[in-house]
Nanobody, 121 residues
Framework: QVQLVESGGGLVQAGGSLRLSCAAS????????MAWFRQAPGREREFVGA????????IYADSVKGRFTISRDNAKNTVYLQMNSLKPEDTAVYLC??????????????WGRGTQVTVSS
């Protein structure tokens, strides 16, 4: 069974940092691109960033570029999202997603349940 489990969320002050993790089960990690999305209350799900299987292709949303860094450790079947210089508008549930092939901003096949990130002003 495919599973993506996020962790690392929490409450942080504006300007602070958090690192999110997403642990993937089984064969889903081999050859799969991984992505982070976020969803704030009353808003649509928003693409944050994605990374290819070999880590050579990484894309970010403009809203997080220069502040967030996505990385992966294939030996641990884990993808990370390092979030620096956090702003109150970054408050959301952050979800991990996976799909075969190159990373993109849409159409992921597998999703985690998310981890809450709250940034206080």
């Amino acid at each position: 069974q495919v599973q993506l489990v996020e962790s690392g969320g929490g409450l942080v002050q504006a300007g602070g940092s958090l690192r999110l993790s997403c642990a993937a089960s089984g064969r889903i990690f081999v050859g799969y691109s991984m992505a982070w999305f976020r969803q704030a209350p009353g808003r649509e799900r928003e693409f944050v960033g994605a990374i290819s299987w070999n880590g050579k292709m990484i894309i970010y949303a403009d809203s997080v570029k220069g502040r967030f860094t996505i990385s992966r450790d294939n030996a641990k079947n884990t993808v990370y999202l390092q979030m620096n210089s956090l702003k109150p508008e970054d408050t959301a549930v952050y979800l991990c997603a996976a799909r075969e092939g190159l990373p993109g901003r849409l159409y992921y096949d597998y999703w985690g349940r998310g981890t809450q990130v709250t940034v206080s002003s």
